[in-house]
RNA sequence: CGGGGUAUAGCGUAGUCCGGUUAACGCGCCUGCUUUGGGAGCAGGAGAUCGGGAGUUCAAAUCUCUCUACCCCGACCA
């Protein structure tokens, strides 16, 4: 009993950091801030990883990859960008230590560095410094780059995955001729984020454009999708950049047209990153543990032999090698847990690391040819013959993967207000959830609202109607529809 | 960076006020036997320079000074 989780409902933080440990993902690295992902977290994310990769690759990007180390100077080229990245910064100062006598090992003064060395926030700027050389004409164009990389931005308040100052994303970065392809491929990235989200992690988003004040330091335009977690509040899971001219004049890559002009190139910028993890956690987790979505679910499913001695092990090991080969060979991440643990406690572990489909298997089975499955999603249990297992396994793991996203779909959708009064706005705030209303439009009241309650602007979604409606606080005609939450 | 707190075995704690045997307990770990359809039982065992340093004392986990690290709460963030 010792091995519970705190109450999801009472003790949410609690509750995420005691499942994040417990299902074996993540640990505390020894500086504070960082994370080790272990084995069945990294596979978690490998899956995702995975399937995102096939998606930009299938539309065209190639993977490279851009030094960890980019020089103090070119986070200034670009003002903005500067700015937002100023105070989380990791800078190389030295190349050496030394012993010293008194205080043990220390940095050497004699190895500071003439130009401090900045460890890559994000990576515009080392990518762009190389675009300049390689482009020339609009015959190098577009270049659709993109790099699985860690970057670092020092943080004070941390947790795993959803905030470390270190952490695993992918970006892509990429360069063409016109503001119009540009546009198209900051809008197409979009798209595949949320057929990632949705289709693979059974997260649903919102897709939207960020207020001004929310846009990615050196973006014209910053998009996203946003996602509302069970304490109900949003959580930004990918962002896709229009960068307009700026890092093509902050770097200055000049290509020649076709009819032999010289133009700035046009550019965008995207990423999502491990903090997708926390969204699958935060989305589906129960107060049993995690529950995966079957397409990136490290195991899928999990066999429990129940057996009393070493004759009973050897008929439950020769059912299960009867049909095990046969569902490996469909592709079903099958695993079999054949530690000295009671059932009991692996059904409560496996619970813990949310695997969608467990499957018993102990003499009574075997007698009736039977098989007795588990499903994670809503705990209902199915008894089914041994020949049947082929044909029911993989279509019950699609049955669970949209199970699970209809329930948090729905979950999203029953804490979706539309207010018109500020009053309800704060109220729903207050309680949580996701409040769609007028905005006028201006940083001045947007301002106002975040410290008054502290939600922000989650996004200006794609499908807003702001006709007729009236800005929330200052009562002007609505500039915009706009989503207001408080936020990770 | 401001306010508050903690530091004792892998983890969680007791002991500290009021100094005095061999530093205790739970979980976990190791060995063996018995177990196994919702977190098994018994027996044995390993594991701690009590955060570091200095001081007071016959004697320090306990008192004093100091350093360090971490945690919680407020301003920034994928």
Known sequence: MSNQLPEQKTNFSKWYTAVVNKAGLADYGPVKGTMVIKPYGFQLWENIKDAFDLMIKSTGHVNAYFPLFIPKSFLAREAEHVEGFAKECAIVTHTRLKNDKEKGVIVDPESKLEEEIVVRPTSETVIWSMYKKWVQSYRD???????????????????????????????????????????????????????????????????????????????????CIEAMMKDKRALQAGTSHNLGQNFAKAFDVKFQTKDNKEEYVWATSWGVSTRLVGAVILTHGDDKGLRLPPKIAPVQVIIIPIAKNEDEIKIVKNYINSFCKSLKELGVRIDEDWTNNTPGYKFNEWEMKGVPIRMEVGLRDIKNEKIVLVRRDNGEKIFLSKNELVNIIPSLLEEIQDSLFAQAKKFRDDNTYLVSSYNEFQSIIKEGGFVRCGWDGTTKTEIQIKNETKATIRCIPFDENPIGKHCIISDKPAKHEVIFAKAY
Do not use: C
């Open 141 to 223: 164009l577009p270049i659709l780059i993109n790099q699985w990389a860690n970057v670092v931005r020092w943080e004070m308040r941390t947790r795993l995955f959803l905030r470390t100052s270190e952490f695993l994303w992918q970006e892509g970065h990429t360069a063409h001729e016109t503001q119009e392809e540009a546009q198209d491929e900051t809008l197409k990235i979009l798209e595949l984020y949320r057929q990632l989200s949705e289709n693979f992690l059974a997260v649903p988003v919102y897709q939207g454009v960020k207020t001004d004040s929310e846009k990615f330091a050196g973006a014209e335009k910053t998009y």
